[in-house]
């Protein structure tokens, strides 16, 4: 005969019901906290006062900033998807394809303070050429190094007073 003293303890699966209550409060927090996460990583890029471009490992471009969509005029649903290349002067894409291609085989951070000391010709969509500065940053990632790619205008020439030879 069963005890009736034992009819105060829990129910069959009670401690599972219990651990899959828990797991749930816990995704809904979870998710709530990448919600916020995630906007805050959106808001990040459109909050700097430079141009920022994210190359995929493929070289495609995957995220721009508004200070990019200014400064080069277009929209970034013109960028997006596209290589950078269509930033350059005609003359210079198919060497910067080379270049691109050998930085991501053979990454490392170019600061702005080395970018300072290169000025890179581009162009904007009206096909008015200007000179910019650019910061490189690889950063690893599960489907190859994707880098970023911070620009700032450059209205004077370098230390030396030349125009950078390499672009990338």
Request: glycine share 2%.
């Given at each position: 005969m069963a005890d009736p003293a034992a009819g105060s303890e829990a129910l069959p699966g009670t401690a599972a019901l219990k651990q899959w209550q828990?797991?749930?409060?816990?995704?809904?927090?979870?998710?709530?906290k990448w919600a916020g996460l995630k906007a805050?990583?959106?808001?990040?890029?459109?909050?700097?006062?430079?141009?920022?471009?994210?190359?995929?490992?493929?070289?495609t471009i995957v995220l721009v900033n508004s200070q990019l969509e200014l400064m080069f005029g277009y929209h970034r649903s013109e960028l997006i998807g596209r290589t950078p290349e269509m930033l350059l002067p005609p003359e210079l894409r198919e060497q910067h394809v080379g270049l691109r291609r050998g930085y991501?085989?053979?990454p490392r951070p170019r600061s702005m303070t080395m970018a300072t000391n290169?000025?890179?010709?581009?162009?904007?969509?009206n096909g008015a050429a200007f000179h910019v500065h650019v910061m490189l940053g690889p950063v690893p990632t599960p489907d190859g190094i994707?880098?970023?790619a911070v620009i700032r205008r450059a209205d004077e020439p370098g230390r030396d007073g030349e125009l950078a030879t390499q672009h990338c």
């Open positions: 828990d797991f749930y409060a816990f995704l809904v927090e979870d998710a709530t805050l990583v959106r808001a990040v890029p459109e909050m700097l006062p430079d141009a920022l471009l994210i190359l995929d490992a493929a070289g991501t085989n053979a290169m000025i890179f010709r581009v162009q904007r969509k994707c880098v970023i």
